[in-house]
């Protein structure tokens, strides 16, 4: 399953933390800024932002100036806080509009979750979150409150630990290594279900995760590759822990799971031409693709 070009993509990543010279730190760090924004209704001060994203005062006060000038972000005198600007919500409806598939898929998730209690979800990596570019639910889907654009946990999700899971060996750990340094608590979960994570993705196309985003969710998810954002994107479906225990999400769940892979992946195929799905005992990546790109969704 993996790539060599992933592990030079992970390779790339721990350079770029010491100081490597192909990835230039302020930018790096503006993009930490426009993540800590999760919505375009999101406020958030001066501590708000520093303290998420560790940096310098001097720092700080440089790029959000920058930003602002920019438009990516606009900055409300009467709280003293920031919000996203004109020029970031231009690029993520930008991205939105040009994701084609999304209204075939969101239809066929919404077929899903009229079957199943709990929420379906479509999810790409945002450095160490998922981000979900669609979702659907029930009604009865009490508490499982993601929408489009929520980011989740990649160490604390089914959705994440899948996503890792289908990464090569290196590049895993240099996700892994690179987390580590900023939340050692998510990097040492997430480290230590590695290896189970991968041997239930080869054995039977997902991963399972129970009580571990939280004591009475539990979740089940499989990758596929997609050559066009040259990245590992995630079906992930979240139940309510006292109806579906661990052995049924096996017998119940994961046959529904493996069939919405299946149609989604044929969505994608029909939408870009360049959809390799993976997971699934058996199945082959490419071997000339990238770890991941960060595909950041408001």
């Given at each position: ?10 390779a ?8 490597g010279?192909?990835v230039?730190?302020v ?18 001060g ?9 940096l ?8 959000t ?13 009467q ?13 993520s ?7 084609q ?8 998730l ?13 999810v790409?990596?945002?450095?160490f ?13 009490a ?22 899971a ?29 290896a ?6 080869r054995?039977n ?6 009580k571990l985003w ?9 990758p ?25 999400l096996?017998k ?35 071997r ?9 969704a408001?």
């Amino acid at each position: 399953m993996g790539r060599r070009s992933e592990r030079l993509s992970g390779a790339r990543q721990c350079d770029a933390d010491r100081g490597g010279r192909d990835v230039i730190q302020v930018v790096s760090r503006a993009f930490d800024i426009l993540r800590c924004f999760e919505g375009h209704e999101v406020r958030l001060g001066n501590f708000d932002i520093a303290s998420r994203c560790s940096l310098p005062r001097s720092t700080f006060s440089r790029l959000t100036h920058t930003l602002t000038r920019m438009g990516q972000l606009v900055y409300l005198p009467q709280d003293q806080k920031y919000r996203l600007g004109p020029g970031a919500l231009a690029m993520s409806t930008s991205m939105a509009r040009g994701v084609q598939f999304r209204g075939l898929i969101r239809r066929r998730l919404q077929e899903v979750a009229e079957r199943l209690p709990g929420t379906i979800g479509f999810v790409v990596p945002d450095r160490f979150h998922m981000v979900y570019l669609e979702y659907a639910r029930t009604c009865s889907a009490a508490g499982l409150n993601s929408s489009t654009g929520s980011r989740i946990s990649i160490a604390r999700t089914a959705a994440g630990h899948a996503y890792v899971a289908a990464l090569d060996v290196p590049a895993a750990e240099a996700l892994v290594a690179d987390m580590a340094r900023e939340l050692r608590e998510e990097a040492d979960k997430l480290r230590s279900r590695m290896a189970q994570d991968r041997q239930s993705l080869r054995e039977n196309g997902y991963v399972v995760s129970c009580k571990l985003w939280h004591p009475h969710i539990h979740g089940i998810a499989t990758p596929l590759w997609s050559a066009k954002y040259r990245t590992f994107l995630v079906i992930t479906i979240g139940l309510v822990a006292t109806m579906y225990d661990e052995a049924r999400l096996h017998k119940d769940v994961a046959p529904e799971l493996l069939a919405l892979r299946e149609d989604v992946a044929l969505v994608l195929e029909r939408s870009d031409g360049a959809l390799l799905m993976t997971g699934a005992a058996g199945a082959v990546p490419p071997r000339d693709q990238p770890r991941h790109a960060p595909l950041a969704a408001g």
